[in-house]
């Protein structure tokens, strides 16, 4: 038997109600996992749009390294300066 608190049709009131709760129940948890399944989504098309736009922004500094207007030194130099 259900609790109150899930479908509103109270405890005992005989198989009728029962099947009713059960209805109600699996209804929430269908409409839960659709949201969970449209959240995934979203989070997903999230993480693959960040991915596109670091893979962006690392060939753009790439381009301006190759192309000289980014200074660079060499592990050789920055040991050196460091003292490593």
Same mark, same amino acid.
């Given at each position: 038997?259900?609790?109150?608190?899930?479908?509103?049709?109270?405890?005992?009131?005989?198989?009728?109600?029962?099947? %009713?709760?059960?209805?109600?129940?699996?209804?929430?948890?269908?409409?839960?996992?659709?949201?969970?399944?449209?959240?995934?989504?979203?989070?997903?098309?999230?993480?693959?749009?960040?991915?596109?736009?670091?893979? %962006?922004?690392?060939?753009?500094?790439?381009?301006?390294?190759?192309?000289?207007?980014?200074?660079?030194?060499?592990?050789?130099?920055? %040991?050196?300066?460091?003292?490593?």
């Amino acid at each position: 038997m259900c609790g109150q608190a899930v479908c509103g049709r109270g405890r005992g009131r005989g198989r009728a109600s029962n099947s %009713k709760c059960v209805e109600s129940v699996e209804s929430v948890g269908v409409e839960h996992l659709r949201e969970q399944s449209v959240d995934g989504r979203v989070a997903q098309q999230l993480e693959e749009e960040e991915v596109r736009l670091v893979n %962006k922004a690392i060939e753009m500094e790439m381009q301006e390294m190759k192309a000289g207007r980014i200074k660079t030194k060499s592990y050789a130099e920055i %040991k050196k300066k460091f003292n490593w």
